[in-house]
């Protein structure tokens, strides 16, 4: 009986102080299914000079950490990967972190947001009644899907471009598509729109996230951090018409007046490492390069989420780390 009442109070002093992000999905969305515990509850490991964490090695739970793999090392700015809840194992598992919660800008990543809200209007503006491009839109700078001013296409279409070639010009086209419908008396249709992504992160409970357009471009105002950014891959993958996208290595489509679009992913990790099933990439020059993936690891499968953040090489650093994972953990 004691050495139950023990194990039972081995488990409390784990957990008991967790931090559990309580996630409200938008409007018809159901909840995610797993929470995000706490960095300082789960014990550490150093090593580079980093502080990883190494979650529930204590508790013996699969996947256990295997010793004889060095830490991994990693020169971004912030970095976590997470194995999502599954089955017996109710709470989401940190396997490895830097600067979890360090506020960093997150470039083309912000269209995981953008792609949500626009999903969550379809209702009120259908996504089969085309989108007229504008002046803004098509002269929108960065990432570009080449988009003329007048021409038109459908909204669906616009998110295929934003999503799998990371077009500035098509997110913002989709932007001024919702945000004329809902816009306020004498509010910009665009900023009507940002209004919504932000309204959107304090209801889905991401306290350090910020949005100040829909593309992702520099701007003071335009933040997140790592584990925000699990909570947002979690989200997004209850929209199957996102990730439907995002595994894409290529699309063409055409405006109404028969105009040709053909874009190629910026993921090149599609198709390159097994159990890859997408992922979405930015770059700035302030948030350097950067990549939120999703990844089956293991004989059953396992979903994790890797973030990677101000990389010099964000392919090679998600590749590595996920590879890492493999090795570093007994699936």
């Known amino acids: 009986m004691w050495s139950r009442l023990a194990l039972a109070g081995a488990i409390f002093l784990v957990f008991a ?50 010793w004889q793999t060095a830490n991994f ?10 194995l999502l809840a599954r089955g017996e194992r109710k709470n989401d598992r940190i396997l490895l972190q830097k600067n979890l919660l360090e506020r960093v800008p997150i470039a083309s990543i912000t269209k995981l947001m953008t792609a949500i809200v626009a ?3 379809d209702e009120a503006l259908p996504f089969a009644e085309p989108a007229v491009i504008s ?7 960065g990432q570009s899907a080449g988009l003329m001013m007048g021409e038109r296409l459908a909204a669906q279409d616009l998110l295929g471009l934003m999503l799998v070639a990371s077009a500035n010009d098509a997110a913002v086209a989709l932007a001024e598509h919702v945000g004329q419908v809902v816009a306020r008396p004498g509010e910009d249709s665009v900023a009507a729109f940002v209004r919504l992504m932000n309204d959107h992160s304090r209801m889905l ?60 992913s910026t993921d090149d990790l599609l198709g390159v490492l097994p159990g890859f099933e997408g992922g979405k990439t930015g770059f700035t020059s302030e948030a350097g390069g950067s ?17 990677v953040l101000g990389s010099a090489d964000r392919f090679g650093e998600t590749r590595r780390l996920i590879e890492w994972l493999g090795q570093a953990y007994l699936w």
Not at 19 to 31: E, K, T
Not at 41 to 58: H, K, S, Y
Not at 74 to 79: F, I, K, P, V, Y
Not at 291 to 307: D, F, K, L, W, Y
């Open 17 to 66: 102080a967790s931090l559990f992000v309580d996630v409200r999905a938008p409007r018809r969305r159901a909840s995610p299914g797993g929470q995000l515990a706490s960095v300082g509850q789960l014990p550490v490991a150093e090593g580079g000079g980093d502080i990883f964490l190494e979650a529930a090695t204590a508790l013996d739970l699969a996947p256990r950490r295997n």
């Open 73 to 82: 090392e990693t020169l971004s700015r912030a970095a976590v990967a997470v």
């Open 119 to 121: 999903l969550d209007y």
């Open 135 to 141: 002046r803004q839109a098509a002269t929108t700078e």
């Open 205 to 264: 409970g991401l306290t350090d996230t910020s949005f100040a357009n829909p593309a992702g471009l520099d701007d003071p105002n335009n933040y997140s951090t790592a584990a925000d950014l699990v909570e947002l891959v979690k989200i997004s993958r209850q929209y199957p018409a996102i990730w439907a996208e995002l595994a894409k290595s290529s699309l063409d489509i055409a405006s109404l007046e028969g105009r040709k679009h053909h874009v190629q």
């Open 291 to 307: 990549m939120v993936a999703v990844t089956r690891i293991g004989p059953h499968g396992e979903e994790v989420v890797t973030v």
